[in-house]
Nanobody
Framework: QVQLVESGGGLVQPGGSLRLSCAASTRSFSIYTMGWYRQAPGKQREFVAQITGGGIGTDYADSVKGRFTISRDNAKNTVYLQMNSLKPEATAVYYC??????????WGQGTQVTVSP
């Protein structure tokens, strides 16, 4: 069992930045591909970004490419999402996900991000 705890959400003006963190309770953190997803009110949860266990491979949704950066610190069992040039449509609950082959993914409880003047 892996517990994931997100933090760093909040209210930010358009054009601003936030950094989300997700701390994982596992000694095998580096074997998990970590991802960020988001769910806006009335919409389905959608993929934002992911990073492989060693931190070499990353992937992003087209809507965030060039503005969001995912990274991880395996020594701290933590994955980050740096979000720059935020737009109002980024308003959502952001969820952290841990996954590896052969298991169902683990999810955090989410952290609210609100982009508003």
């Amino acid at each position: 069992q892996v517990q994931l705890v997100e933090s760093g959400g909040g209210l930010v003006q358009p054009g601003g930045s936030l950094r989300l963190s997700c701390a994982a309770s596992t000694r095998s953190f580096s074997i998990y591909t970590m991802g960020w997803y988001r769910q806006a009110p009335g919409k389905q949860r959608e993929f934002v970004a992911q990073i492989t266990g060693g931190g070499i491979g990353t992937d992003y949704a087209d809507s965030v490419k060039g503005r969001f950066t995912i990274s991880r610190d395996n020594a701290k069992n933590t994955v980050y999402l740096q979000m720059n040039s935020l737009k109002p449509e980024a308003t959502a609950v952001y969820y952290c996900r841990a996954w590896r082959i052969g298991i169902n993914p683990y999810w955090g409880q989410g952290t609210q991000v609100t982009v508003s003047p």
